[in-house]
């Protein structure tokens, strides 16, 4: 009977002390698909306004002068498209699965429905619903908390928003800094 006992310790402690571990990966990879798949969604939905389509920003007041203060900027990059983007975006996350990765067994989040029609290599992807609303609910809880940062970076055409905002400004995918772009 004694000689049991310290195994079952060690297994217990073992337990203790990786459990949270792989559920803390587990959030963060959540996170971190989250948050990419959210600046995938919003750079997408950009890029589907007419540029030529503006919106005017300022003061509609008239000065003394006669004059107004109004300018006429990009809709696609404006702060009204880019907080009504933000009010609908995360409903996208619906048309994403898991992928596991055999080796590190980290996962990422993939489309599962093209924006376009085309047919989709989905090998490996688990498409679920809790996937979908555990993805959802991530994403709506970055897009509160993050809002200022989201639309500080859309709002000027830039390069590697994903990595900028998802990896170096919030760390929700601080394990993703050390991967190629092409595995993002």
């Not at 109004?70 to 699965?97: F, N």
């Not at 993805?135 to 200022?148: N, Q």
């Amino acid at each position: 009977m004694r000689g049991h006992i310290l195994p079952v310790l060690c297994l217990g402690l073992a337990m203790a002390v990786l459990l949270p571990t792989a559920c803390a990966r587990r959030s963060q990879d959540l996170h971190c698909g989250a948050c990419r798949a959210l600046v995938d969604e919003l750079e997408w939905e950009i890029a589907q306004v007419d540029p030529r389509k503006t919106i005017q920003m300022g003061s509609f007041r008239i000065n003394p002068d006669g004059s107004q203060s109004v300018v006429e900027v990009p809709y696609a990059r404006s702060e009204a498209h880019l907080t009504e983007l933000l009010e609908r975006v995360c409903e996208k996350m619906k048309e994403y699965g898991e992928k596991v990765d055999p080796a590190t067994h980290r996962k990422s989040y993939v489309r599962v429905l093209s924006h376009d029609g085309t047919k989709m290599d989905l090998s490996g992807v688990k498409i679920d619903g809790d996937v979908a609303s555990s993805l959802k609910f991530a994403c709506e809880s970055i897009a509160e908390e993050y809002e200022d940062e989201l639309i500080e970076f859309l709002s000027h055409e830039a390069d590697n928003v994903k990595d900028r905002l998802c990896s170096k400004r919030t760390d929700l995918c601080d394990h993703a800094l050390h991967i190629p772009h092409d595995e993002l």
